[in-house]
């Protein structure tokens, strides 16, 4: 089954409807899910890439694959000064997973700034040019093709502007490669199996992560796409990255 995965992930068409069949699957799951396969460190890492944007006044900021909102609703926390100006959009492909951010926002107060919207981050539906910042958790490993979402995010962020990546990262070594992979696949198959009886659910984090780039990979893919990177961060031993870039001008 696992190996049927891997296929479907080298495949940008089949990976697209995997990913939205998935996480319909792990939506009303995925807050409980993200604490406990980050052992609770989830909220620090989405702080550290809050943290890390500039504090000059954005226009426009784009979450991509927002999932429930977390990143979302932090970057209308960290601009609140900015409001009513600063428009926050979160994006996703999944409508389950939107459904249960716009019940947060019901249940926050004065967030007329934030919208939510299904789309595919091969085709962010913004014109050139026109975003001041743009982040994504756990976004890019998801990515149906990487390159063509890069190409995409470079589009729309203005020259200068911030792009911001946390995700699960992997060493140009090969040994500790196999390391992670076996961890992460061990891990998730066994919350796959306790809250769906279905292994393959969780240890898909470990499959998309098998034909991620590792970190020296990325760097250059990044770079191609006109990205300088500004900070970079390794948490939990290295399984995760956060990546801070500008947009060259």
């Not at 996480?23 to 620090?44: C, E, M, N």
């Not at 249940?107 to 910042?133: G, H, R, T, V, W």
Request: aromatic share 12%; charged share 25%; net charge positive.
């Amino acid at each position: 089954m696992l190996q049927k995965i891997k296929r479907v992930l080298e495949n940008p068409t089949e990976k697209k409807v995997y990913n939205e069949q998935l996480f319909t699957i792990v939506a009303p799951r995925y807050d409980l899910i993200t604490k406990i396969l980050s052992l609770g460190q989830d909220f620090y890492w989405k702080k550290k890439l809050i943290q890390s944007l500039p504090n000059n006044k954005p226009e426009k900021c784009v979450d991509l694959a927002c999932g429930t909102g977390d990143i979302t609703f932090a970057l209308a926390e960290k601009f609140s000064d900015c409001m009513p100006a600063c428009i926050i959009y979160g994006v996703d492909l999944t409508p389950s997973m939107l459904i249960l951010a716009e019940k947060k926002k019901y249940l926050k107060n004065n967030l007329n700034n934030i919208f939510f919207k299904q789309a595919d981050m091969c085709m962010l539906p913004y014109s050139n040019e026109s975003i001041d910042i743009v982040t994504g958790g756990y976004a890019l490993r998801n990515a149906p093709s990487l390159d063509i979402v890069l190409a995409e995010i470079s589009r729309v962020l203005k020259n200068g502007g911030t792009a911001a990546f946390l995700d699960f990262s992997k060493p140009k070594n090969k040994f500790l490669q196999n390391m992670g992979y076996y961890v992460l696949k061990y891990w998730g198959s066994f919350w796959g199996i306790l809250l769906h009886r279905d292994h393959t659910v969780y240890a898909y984090i470990a499959e998309s992560l098998a034909v991620y780039p590792d970190r020296e990979a990325l760097r250059l893919l990044l770079e191609k796409h006109g990205f300088r990177i500004e900070k970079s961060k390794l948490f939990f031993g290295g399984f995760l990255e956060l990546l801070v870039c500008t947009k060259r001008q």
